[in-house]
């Protein structure tokens, strides 16, 4: 009985560090890409599984903050394009706003 449970538990474990790694978007995978990390998981169930948690999942988790997990604290993100959160943080708006504004009425 003991054994069977162990291996209930070995199968749960193994099959949630392969959803995480699917899961896991591609650019917060750390280490290695993650076809390589499945490979790891598979052929090494138990070691594969505690070198995924240790060295290759996001920094944040699965719950945490999508923006800043998986990067350092004080790097910025290369790829990732910075959008205005409103019109009143936009350059262009606001250029476009005053040339309005300082129009004469026609």
């Known amino acids: 009985m003991p054994s069977v449970l162990l291996g209930l538990a070995l199968l749960a ?53 999508q923006a800043v997990r998986g990067r350092r604290p004080g790097r910025p993100d290369r790829n990732r394009h910075v959008v205005p959160r409103g019109p009143d943080d936009d350059p262009d708006f606001l250029r476009d706003l005053d040339r309005r504004i300082r129009r004469p009425d026609d």
């Open 13 to 65: 474990f193994w099959l949630y560090c392969l959803f995480d790694i699917v899961s896991s978007p591609e650019q917060d995978v750390r280490n290695l890409p993650k076809l390589l990390w499945v490979l790891v998981v598979v052929l090494l169930p138990g070691l594969g599984g505690m070198l995924w948690l240790l060295l290759g999942r996001p920094l944040g988790g699965p719950l945490g903050d």
